[in-house]
């Protein structure tokens, strides 16, 4: 396995390229994609005049949510790693709108603090597995913390009940050029907390108590549009950037080996429903 500094500057340079998908597509990756944080956000329970840190925030649609939670008194503080949709964010949910609402571009593995704190609770959607070293982007999130503040989180468990996340890319791959390194195992990913032992760990040692971890099913619902839906899961996933420097041609090659792999998502009745099994992580920041 790779070492931390060099995990981190792989990541860096995916998220660099892979910011065009996530921007291109950040309306549906909002609607479509709501389920994989909706478990954290009802277990979060922002109240009015909170102070809420988003980790990994994206293109921004779960920060503002959660400004929409804890209204204008309150503050809601997206982080994310990606220069480029952080800028997106910036454009899509303004204060004036939002209330209350920041955005920052931020590593959380490298600073000591993040800005906006102290929070009464963080909330996170499918990013703490992606941390090259996630103790210590927990540690961060833990100071950022006021002592007794919540963490609510989600990740992605095993392959075997996400089935979807592979196929898009799988399908593609033979049509594209080369694409970046897949994680192999403890290496950020979406199967990196596949153990909750291992995420259980992570949290205690980053200084959090009261850790629970619980399982929890849900189902994308995507359109019935399966070129265009092959093409979202692409340019989202690990073979995006290839995806998008190809010719025509290829594009649309990949897409079509992409639609072969997903067609079993399909329902008789139309649309594309994605089994999606998560870990819902609760904890309380200790002093």
């Known amino acids: 396995m790779a070492d931390t500094a060099s995990l981190r500057s792989r990541n860096a340079a995916f998220w ?38 988003d ?36 454009q899509r949910f303004r204060p004036d709108r939002y209330p209350g609402i920041q955005f920052h571009v931020a590593d959380i593995e490298t600073v000591d603090v993040l800005p906006g704190g102290p929070f009464d609770a963080a909330f996170s959607r499918m990013t703490l597995m992606l941390l090259a070293d996630p103790v210590a982007g927990c540690a961060t999130i833990r100071r950022s913390l006021r002592t007794g503040g919540r963490l609510a989180a989600t990740v992605f468990r095993d ?14 791959a033979p049509h594209l050029g080369p694409l970046p390194p897949l994680p192999v195992g403890d290496e950020p990913g979406p199967h990196s907390f596949a153990d909750p032992a291992r995420l259980a760990r992570v949290l205690t040692s980053a200084g959090f108590t009261a850790v629970t971890i619980s399982e929890c099913d849900v189902a994308l619902e995507a359109p019935d549009d399966a070129d265009a839906v092959a093409e979202w899961l692409i340019e989202v996933g690990p073979a995006g950037a290839a995806y998008r420097i ?23 009745g139309g649309g594309h429903r994605l089994p999606a099994g998560l870990w819902v992580v609760t904890a309380t920041a200790a002093a």
């Not at 921007?23 to 909002?30: F, N, P, V």
């Not at 392959?159 to 593609?172: D, E, H, I, K, T």
Request: charged share 20%.
């Open 246 to 268: 190809s010719p025509p041609d290829r594009q649309a090659s990949a897409r079509a080996g992409a639609v072969r792999l997903l067609d079993r998502f399909r329902g008789p």
């Open 16 to 53: 660099a390229g892979a910011a065009a998908g996530w921007i291109r597509h950040a309306d549906r990756q909002d609607e479509v994609g709501r389920p994989l944080g909706a478990p954290a956000m009802d277990r979060l329970a922002a109240r009015q005049g909170e102070r809420i840190l």
């Open 159 to 172: 392959g075997s009940v996400n089935p979807w996340l592979s196929a898009a890319m799988l399908g593609a």
């Open 55 to 90: 980790v990994g925030c994206g293109c921004g649609g779960t920060t503002a949510e959660l400004a929409t939670a804890v209204g204008e008194t309150g503050a809601a503080v997206g982080v994310d790693l990606a220069e480029a949709m952080v800028t997106t964010a910036r």
